[in-house]
């Protein structure tokens, strides 16, 4: 999928994803959910010392 095709299906702006896949530190957390979403992945919070199994 290219850049403006994942920005325009995700709901952001392509300088969003560009600024992303290039790890800008100050991304904003639910845009990064958003495409995260929309590429069909998910995110788990565990404790600390908690493993997923």
Do not use: N, W, Y
Request: hydrophobic share 45%.
């Amino acid at each position: 999928m290219r850049q403006d095709e994942l920005a325009g299906v995700a709901g952001v702006g392509l300088r969003f994803i560009v600024d992303l896949e290039a790890g800008k530190p100050t991304a904003q957390i639910g845009k990064v959910l958003q495409v995260l979403q929309t590429l069909g992945c998910s995110i788990d919070i565990l404790a600390p010392g908690e493993r997923r199994q």
